[in-house]
Structure formats: C-alpha cells, structure tokens
C-alpha cells in the first residue's frame, strides 16, 4: 500500500505572496492532519479534517486555512506568507476518526520564505 | 490539554551500548502514547504505541517502552544500539478531549550513535 504523499517537496517564496500544499493520504484512510515542524517551535498540530469537515484546529493565525476533498485528499494555504512561516509542513493520515488515534505521516513540504 | 516533556535535548551513545531516552507527559485526561522517529530529510515514522492494557509494549527495529501511570512517564529503550539508530526522535500524546486525534509531540531527543 502506498504511503502519505506530499507535493511539492521542497517550495520557495517571497514575503507576502500565498502558497498552497497538497497531501494525499493512504487509501482507505479519511482523516488527514497537518502539522508544522520548526526549529524553534518544534512539531505542533495545525488542523485535521475528517470527510471534508475540519474537526480540530491547532492554534494558528487565520492565515493558515485547509480543506479536504471527497477523495480525502487534502490542501492546506497559508496566505500572505511571513518569514516566520518557513518550516517544514507534515501531513498524517489515519484510518478513521475517534480510532486508535495512530497516524502515518508524509516525507513533508519544506518550505521557505525569503 | 496535554503537554509532553523529552529530558535530554541529546543523547550520545557508543554503538551496542543500550540506550534510554525518557519522556513525561501532563494531561488531564485519558491519553494514548507513541513514540516516532524522525530521519534526516524525512517525514515521521511510528516507533510504537500504548493505547491501553500491558504497560511495556515492543516496537520496530527492536525498540520498547514501558508506560508508567503513576510517573507519567513513557521511556523508551534499546538494549543494543547500532549505527542506523542515530535520527531524531519524539514522544507524543493524543488526549480524549481531541478525539484523540491531534498529537502533543516533545521537543525531541537527537540520538547520536558512535562507532
């Protein structure tokens, strides 16, 4: 069974513009959850959407936004980028919600911002 | 809310040696345990998980960690290290109060394995 898949791996943008992730989760699987990783910050949980709804939400400025599709894939947007942004963007999926809570994660999208 | 605490920022260690990497964790409700690796330029690997039941569960790559309710403690441990055990690695929680859903990760423990 193929894993979590994310495009692009590695991004590069300017202060101020937006930019847009995807993830496609493992198949069967419907919940899909986000997280930022920092050096200084470390890994922290952005959002998580269960059938197109989004279900948790981390505690992020409203700049950072998702949504799910029917195929349970997943994208995720950050709006007028910040240098403080760049960071390495983690998408889990897992089988369903309420579950075991066991989550497989993707090889992740670095993204920086100049 | 949960938090989770790794003590050792790092841990060097000779290869074959056994290893400990320790981790507490604060929650006010029931949580479930994991523990995952980080390789470099890689995303997170599942280790090993405590949902419930025996309090000392085996993992991949012959690692274990024993869940210590009393301590709030999950340890992880391998009796030999080798080479390619050196990676990043995080404790994590996940609290009933989220549907168990959204990870709490520490801070993490870079593991430094020496020849």
């Known amino acids: 069974k193929a894993g979590v898949t994310q495009t692009p791996r590695y991004l590069i943008k300017t202060r101020g513009q937006q930019v847009t992730l995807s993830c496609s989760p493992i198949?069967?699987?419907?919940?899909v959850s986000w997280y930022q990783q920092t050096p200084g910050q470390g890994l922290q949980f952005l959002f998580e959407y269960f059938s197109e709804t989004q279900r948790n939400k981390g505690n992020f400025p409203g700049r950072f936004s998702g949504r799910q599709f029917s195929n349970s894939r997943s994208e995720m947007n950050v709006s007028t980028l910040e240098l403080g942004d760049s960071a390495l963007y983690l998408c889990?999926?897992?089988?369903?919600?309420?579950?075991?809570?066991?989550?497989?994660f993707g090889p992740g999208t670095r993204l920086t911002v100049t | 809310a949960q938090s989770v605490t790794q003590l050792d920022s790092q841990v060097p260690v000779f290869e074959e040696a056994p290893v400990e990497l320790r981790c507490n964790y604060s929650s006010s409700v029931s949580v479930y345990l994991f523990w995952y690796v980080q390789y470099p330029n890689q995303g997170l690997q599942l280790l090993l998980k405590y949902l419930s039941g025996s309090t000392l569960v085996k993992g991949i790559n012959g690692f274990e960690a024993e869940f210590n309710k009393s301590q709030t403690s999950f340890h992880l441990r391998k009796p030999s290290v080798h080479i390619s055990d050196t990676a990043e690695y995080f404790c994590?929680?996940?609290?009933?109060?989220?549907?168990?859903?959204?990870?709490?990760f520490g801070s993490g423990t870079r593991l430094q394995v020496q020849p």
């Open positions: 889990a999926s897992s089988s369903a919600y309420g579950g075991t809570g066991e989550q497989y």
């Open positions: 198949s069967g699987h419907r919940s």
């Open positions: 994590a929680v996940s609290g009933l109060d989220t549907g168990r859903r959204a990870l709490t």
